[in-house]
């Protein structure tokens, strides 16, 4: 099956299990009819729970779903569709308060009905996520408290979701509806589950050691892993793996990186190349040789793989690192076809691999364009930021001829897509990854 039809066949299956549950309620006796606002708030609400609970599963990194898309499509669709998931439990009450006034007398707590005590800790746990997912930086809640703080307030959001139709008990009278919403909050909360235990489990048993930890430009570090007691995996050019270095694979938390070593190794070795971006990155340098730590993967749709008469690559910054696998991989592989790689950096004495690049030109077809914002005042080559007229100037027409792949800073991204769109290079020759999943 193909990217594409993999692509609709999960479009359709979302839609079923966001709307399936909506559509039950209609079935089988019904409650008396009310007004038209007061059942269009019901209805937003319940497709707003939907929609929640799914997102267990969006994120539980099931690589056969997310492989036609890329795990950063997926991540950041998991957050646009929080906020449309959140929107729709918000206007509900609102919807219901305004046509139903009454319901603004707030009792006593203890006299309140149990259904709307749930259904203000649902509300409650929904803003806060939102607040701390948006505002997390400006907040300064460490990526790992916010993480756990996240799940948690996930679970409470829907726990109390759930309890507040049971305990409002219009639509779910009968015992077999108020089964199936059980039934699926069993289920969402099985895919967490799977994800924190189950997987875990897994990897516990296929453990990597650190062999090598090799300092690069740049304030990047590469750790090069060794599996021990397995076989490892392959990947493929430009995927990542989510990475555990301190403590065992039931840590709430691992980070995502891309792979920087060549996909043509055989001993199931695998590099990351980590550059200090502060919070958990500011510790790898501190790794040790014979540290046991923990690989999930491989994942991404980030790869070479298409025709194409030339590879070109566009990286910032730390984006150079899935480029590496490419670049390497080709070399290993004697791959003939010309490969040309802009590369944004700050300045020349921070440019990670560096010298590495300047052998590889020696090993393929390999041409590497340097773009420094800050360069020497010797510097003759591309100054600035990547541009349009900088791909003009070292690339050959026709532009849609060849295929591209971005890696860095959004802003980055944001202005090669832009370019790219000023060449006429339609959206199928251009892959894109955004190393920012939150």
Known sequence: MTYTMRRVVWVVVYLLFVLFPLLTLLLGSLPPARDFWTEFSAALGYSGLAIMGLQFGITARFRYVTEPWGEDIIYHFHRQISLLAVALVIVHPLIMAAVHPELLEVPELSEAPWGAVAAFFSLFSLIAMVVTALWRAKLKIPYEVWHLSHITLALIAVAGGLFHMVGWSFYLANPWKRALWFGLTIFWVGLLLYVRIIKPLFMLRRPYRVTEVREERGDTTTLVMQPEGHDGFHFRTGQFGWLTVLGSPFKITAHPFSFSSSAAVTDGSVEMSIRNLGDFTREIPKTRVGQRVYLDGPYGSFTIGNPANMHVLIAGGVGVTPMMSMIRTLADRGDKRTVILFYGSKDWDLITFREELEALEA????????????????????????????????????????????????????????????????MSKYHAERYSFV
């Open 363 to 426: 090993r393929l077809d390999l041409k590497v364009i340097h773009v420094l914002a800050d360069p020497p005042a010797e510097w003759s080559g591309e100054r600035g930021f990547i541009s349009a007229d900088v791909l003009i100037q070292h690339l050959p027409a026709p532009y849609a001829a060849h295929e591209y792949f971005i890696c860095g800073p959004d802003a980055m991204m944001d202005a090669i897509e832009r370019a790219l769109a000023q060449l006429d290079v339609p």
